[in-house]
Antibody, heavy 121, light 110 residues
Framework: QVQLVQSGSELKKPGASVKVSCKAS????????MNWVRQAPGQGLEWMGW????????TYAQGFTGRFVFSLDTSVSTAYLQISSLKAEDTAVYYC??????????????WGQGTLVTVSS | QSVLTQPPSASGTPGQRVTISCSGS????????VYWYQQLPGTAPKLLIY???QRPSGVPDRFSGSKSGTSASLAISGLRSEDEADYYC???????????FGGGTKLTVL
């Protein structure tokens, strides 16, 4: 079955970096885009952007430029989210979610189980 | 503040019909499909409705979606206790060139 499995929870100090992985299975990885969505504690969903799994070209939403980097390793069907210079306000659950590659649409299906990133000194 | 506007809460008793609204603009709902996601407590969101009113396989027909102009609605009939969750609408926004979500509606089954 189609599945996205993310890496485990992370506890980081302010200023550090973190890399979250999202391993896909059950479908051709390069036939779909990968989106990233943030959910701060007790808050709603926020679309961070997406990466074209064919070209590796990332697109970042407003507010997610500079410290956020999407990348791929297509040989192992895995997408990555790296956040640098972590701040307390980056504390959130980060989700990867499969999306369409050709047509832009808010179709996110399925989702990974989420990775909690906690930034605290 | 979310681009799409949803009521923060909704409630109903078992068996009732509940609707959740989602308001947007011409650059998102007005020109693109609307999607609905269900997030059960402590879990990842799940696609509930796609392309305004289509249900993925496995989603009960108690859930239905509609869209008119720059607004959309999710209706849940025959409310059940297991429907207690957060519901989010989403759409592509042509002006932002990205996906946008509503702030979410917490549904309580009384």
């Amino acid at each position: 079955q189609v599945q996205l499995v993310q890496s485990g929870s992370e506890l980081k100090k302010p200023g550090a970096s973190v890399k979250v992985s999202c391993k896909a299975s059950g479908y051709t990885f390069t036939s779909y885009a990968m989106n990233w969505v943030r959910q701060a504690p007790g808050q709603g969903l926020e679309w961070m952007g997406w990466i074209n799994t064919n070209t590796g070209n990332p697109t970042y939403a407003q507010g997610f430029t500079g410290r956020f980097v999407f990348s791929l390793d297509t040989s192992v069907s895995t997408a990555y989210l790296q956040i640098s210079s972590l701040k307390a306000e980056d504390t959130a659950v980060y989700y990867c979610a499969r999306g369409p590659l050709v047509v832009v649409a808010a179709t996110f299906d399925p989702w990974g189980q989420g990775t909690l990133v906690t930034v605290s000194s | 503040q979310s681009v799409l506007t949803q009521p923060p809460s909704a409630s109903g008793t078992p068996g009732q019909r509940v609707t959740i609204s989602c308001s947007g603009s011409s650059s998102n709902i007005g020109s693109n499909y609307v999607y609905w996601y269900q997030q059960l407590p402590g879990t990842a969101p799940k696609l509930l409705i796609y392309r305004n009113n289509q249900r993925p396989s496995g989603v009960p027909d108690r859930f239905s979606g509609s869209k008119s102009g720059t607004s959309a609605s999710l209706a849940i009939s025959g409310l059940r206790s297991e429907d207690e969750a957060d519901y989010y609408c989403a759409a592509w926004d042509d002006s932002l060139s990205g996906g946008v979500f509503g702030g979410g509606t917490k549904l309580t089954v009384l």
